[in-house]
T-cell receptor, first 110, second 116 residues
Framework: QKEVEQNSGPLSVPEGAIASLNCTYS??????FFWYRQYSGKSPELIMS????GDKEDGRFTAQLNKASQYVSLLIRDSQPSDSATYLC??????????FGSGTKLNVKP | GAVVSQHPSWVICKSGTSVKIECRSL??????MFWYRQFPKQSLMLMAT?????????EQGVEKDKFLINHASLTLSTLTVTSAHPEDSSFYIC????????????FGPGTRLTVL
């Protein structure tokens, strides 16, 4: 059974703070890792992809991958109220299917 | 780039009728398209994977005779919900993977189906 685990939250952070979102996965054969943002009633929007161990930065977002610990995280610096959404972690296994976590709801308070 | 459209964005139908949802990749060729369903406050559940010109691969528990998927071209996939019932009411989202790209999936805006 492929499992992708996320804390459902809500995670509340003040505006300007760093939000840290975490995701663990069960299968060591996982190949690619993605973070999507989903606003209520909308479809997911790709934020970051990461394929190898370490950090990957894109603007205010940093994805961190640790395959040995089967752990991927997303840091959002200088959080803004517009960042309030549900963040979905997605992991691919062989055959390229995505498995999504249940999502973490982030609230950024002005 | 990597824009995916869906039509219609919402639909209301009577129980027992069939509904067709279209998913199009607008600016790229999609060798693989995926169909997801999302119930309120739940995550996305993959229903099926379709490759252009071949039969769709359905996930366990998804009735292929009820959810007909056609991927006739590199830019179009359709999902037909046959004999819809109220329990089929959900948010249906397609995604597409571009030819020659990595594993990223780009999502359409979704179709909200309400079956009365």
């Amino acid at each position: 059974q492929k499992e992708v685990e996320q804390n459902s939250g809500p995670l509340s952070v003040p505006e300007g703070a760093i939000a840290s979102l975490n995701c663990t996965y069960s299968d060591r054969g996982s190949q690619s890792f993605f973070w999507y943002r989903q606003y209520s009633g909308k479809s997911p929007e790709l934020i970051m992809s990461i394929y190898s161990n370490g950090d990957k930065e894109d603007g205010r977002f940093t994805a961190q991958l640790n395959k040995a610990s089967q752990y991927v995280s997303l840091l959002i610096r200088d959080s803004q109220p517009s960042d309030s959404a549900t963040y979905l972690c997605a992991v691919t296994f062989p055959f390229n299917k995505f498995y999504f976590g249940s999502g973490t709801k982030l609230n950024v308070k002005p | 780039g990597a824009v995916v459209s869906q039509h219609p964005s919402w639909v209301i139908c009577k129980s027992g009728t069939s509904v067709k949802i279209e998913c199009r990749s607008l600016d790229f060729q999609a060798t693989t398209m995926f169909w997801y369903r999302q119930f309120p406050k739940q995550s996305l559940m993959l229903m099926a994977t379709s490759n252009e010109g071949s039969k769709a691969t359905y996930e366990q528990g998804v009735e292929k005779d009820k959810f007909l998927i056609n991927h006739a071209s590199l830019t179009l996939s359709t999902l037909t919900v046959t004999s819809a019932h109220p329990e089929d009411s959900s948010f249906y989202i397609c995604s597409a993977r571009a030819r020659g790209s990595g594993y990223e999936q780009f999502f359409g805006p979704g179709t909200r189906l309400t079956v009365l």
